[in-house]
């Protein structure tokens, strides 16, 4: 079965670059959702949308933004990055307000 | 204080051990329960989704929720050493809602 996919899978940047990080839900899945786990810690909730609306923020600092596009794929998108912004960084898509949580395989960025 | 807790191990078990997984809470508002296995620099797998109070069994995986007393656990029955991760508890007030995790539990099944 389709799984959520993410890209790149891994990103080396320079502090205060920018970082795009792009998630496809699973076919069907119109909620997405975007976790960041630094290392040893558990998954934090940054953003959800659902139907192309933000649905949830979490702790999201203001110098990152997201986007639900008409297929459904987000964005990520990170800016003025800091050595404190390297983590995994997971998207995962449900099926409407009411559906499991399924992950992506996550976004492994380094900030040098 | 977290709102889940959860003990972060590391558990190490025989195979074919019976494993028992834990988690508490403080918020009264969690409604639905899950429980992820995670392999080392993968994303979290979804084992068990339950809703409320209850069992739910699948395989060789048994989640149970008490609700009353803001506890969850996952069994693991006849473990096998691809059983050995991490095991993360996650909860929300709603199906739609985002997820709140434990510390998850590494757990190592030798041979």
């Known amino acids: 079965a389709a799984g959520v996919i993410q890209s790149p899978r891994h990103l080396i940047k320079e502090k205060r670059e920018t970082a795009t990080l792009k998630c496809y839900p699973i076919?069907?899945?119109?909620?997405v959702y975007w976790y960041q786990q630094g290392p040893g810690q558990d998954p934090q909730f940054l953003i959800s949308?659902?139907?192309?609306?933000?649905?949830d923020k979490g702790s999201i600092p203001d110098r990152f933004s997201a986007q639900q596009f008409s297929d459904y794929h987000s964005e990520l998108n990170m800016s003025s990055l800091e050595l404190g912004d390297s983590a995994l960084y997971f998207c995962?898509?449900?099926?409407?307000?009411?559906?499991?949580?399924?992950f992506g395989p996550g976004t492994r960025l380094t900030v040098l | 204080q977290k709102e889940v807790e959860q003990d972060p191990g590391p558990l190490s078990v025989p195979e074919g051990a019976i494993v028992s997984l834990n988690c508490t809470y403080s918020?009264?508002?969690?409604?639905?329960f899950m429980w992820y296995r995670q392999y080392s620099r993968k994303g979290p797998e979804l084992l068990m989704y339950?809703?409320?109070?209850g069992n739910k069994e699948d395989g060789r995986f048994t989640a149970q929720v008490d609700k009353s007393s803001k506890y969850i656990s996952l069994f693991i029955r006849d473990s096998q050493p691809s059983d050995s991760a991490t095991y993360l508890c996650?909860?929300?007030?709603?199906?739609?809602?985002?997820?709140?995790f434990g510390t998850g539990t590494q757990l190592k099944v030798e041979l």
């Open positions: 995962a898509s449900s099926l409407g307000t009411g559906g499991e949580q399924f």
């Open positions: 076919p069907r899945h119109d909620t």
């Open positions: 949308f659902y139907e192309k609306m933000q649905s």
């Open positions: 918020n009264s508002a969690f409604q639905y």
């Open positions: 339950t809703y409320s109070s």
């Open positions: 996650a909860m929300s007030a709603g199906g739609g809602n985002k997820l709140t």
